[in-house]
């Protein structure tokens, strides 16, 4: 799962000319990123159908 804080509302996530974000990120399992999104296995988690709580860090 990935989350992003759109603070401009704008529909999207702004990066800067060197596509580093410039607004907050963040993965389940608190997977980071380097370069790109992490791996699919790094983000990855159980999910039997029920409801789930999950917290997920910003990266600003």
Not at 1 to 11: L, P, T, Y
Request: hydrophobic share 40%; charged share 20%.
């Amino acid at each position: 799962m990935a989350v992003i804080h759109d603070e401009n509302m704008d529909g999207k996530l702004d990066v800067n000319w060197l596509g580093v974000p410039k607004e907050g990120y963040g993965f389940s399992n608190d997977a980071k990123a380097s370069m790109s999104a992490p791996s699919f296995n790094a983000a990855s988690f159980r999910y039997d159908g029920q409801n789930l709580d999950m917290t997920i860090s910003l990266n600003y």
